[in-house]
C-alpha cells in the first residue's frame, strides 16, 4: 500500500467515525456468536474483544475526552440493549477482569473493588470466606458493569470518577 493509499483510506477510516470501528466490533461480535465453545457468562471479554479496553486507554490523554473510550461504551451499551437478559447466557454476560470494569466505568480499579465490596458489582462465582479478588481474574458480567456506568452517565465530564455508596 502507498502512502498515498493509506492516507486515504486513513481518512476516509475517520472521516465516518465511528461507523467502521462499529463495524469492526460487529464482525468481532458475530464471530464469537458463531465460533462459541463455552456459554457467554463462562467467556472472557478478552477472548473475543481481544485487549480493546487496554488498548483505547492509548486514546486518552490528560483532562480531555476519549473518543474511542465513548465509542466503545455507546458499543456494549446498545450490545446490552439489545441482548436483554435471559434464562441462557448471551453475548452481554461475558466475563470482564478489574482492569476492563475499571475502563468502562471510567474509575479506578481500586474503586472496583469497592463497588464489589458495597454489592454494586457481583462477582460471577461464590468466593471463599477470605478469598480477595485478583486484578486478572474475569469476575464481573459486561451486563452489570455498563448497567452501573450508565446508572451513573448522567455525570458526563470524563473525569475518573468516584461512586459514593448512598448511606
Known amino acids: 500500500m502507498s502512502d498515498s493509499d493509506f492516507n486515504r483510506t486513513f481518512v476516509e477510516y475517520f472521516s465516518a467515525w465511528p461507523d467502521g470501528f462499529t463495524a469492526e466490533l460487529d464482525i468481532l461480535t ?3 456468536r458463531v465460533k462459541q465453545l463455552n456459554p457467554f457468562n463462562k467467556t472472557k471479554f478478552n477472548s473475543v474483544y481481544g485487549d480493546l479496553l487496554r488498548d483505547c ?4 490523554t490528560s483532562n480531555r475526552k476519549n473518543k474511542v473510550l465513548d465509542a466503545i461504551i455507546n458499543y456494549f451499551v ?15 454476560d461475558l466475563l470482564l477482569c478489574t482492569f476492563d470494569a475499571a475502563v468502562l ?3 479506578t480499579t481500586e474503586q472496583v473493588y469497592r463497588l464489589h ?13 477470605h478469598e480477595h479478588l485478583r486484578a486478572d481474574s474475569h469476575v464481573f458480567y459486561l451486563r452489570q458493569v455498563i448497567e452501573l456506568q450508565q446508572a451513573f452517565a448522567a455525570e458526563k465530564p470524563q473525569t475518573k470518577k468516584q461512586f459514593i455508596a448512598p448511606w
Do not use: M, R, W
Request: aromatic share 6%; proline share 5%.
Open 78 to 92: 446498545g450490545l446490552v440493549d439489545s441482548n436483554p437478559k435471559a434464562k441462557h447466557p448471551n453475548i452481554a
Open 30 to 32: 458475530n464471530n464469537a
Open 117 to 129: 465490596q458495597e454489592g454494586f458489582l457481583n462477582c460471577a462465582y461464590l468466593q471463599k470466606k
Open 57 to 60: 486507554q492509548i486514546a486518552a
Open 105 to 107: 466505568l471510567n474509575t
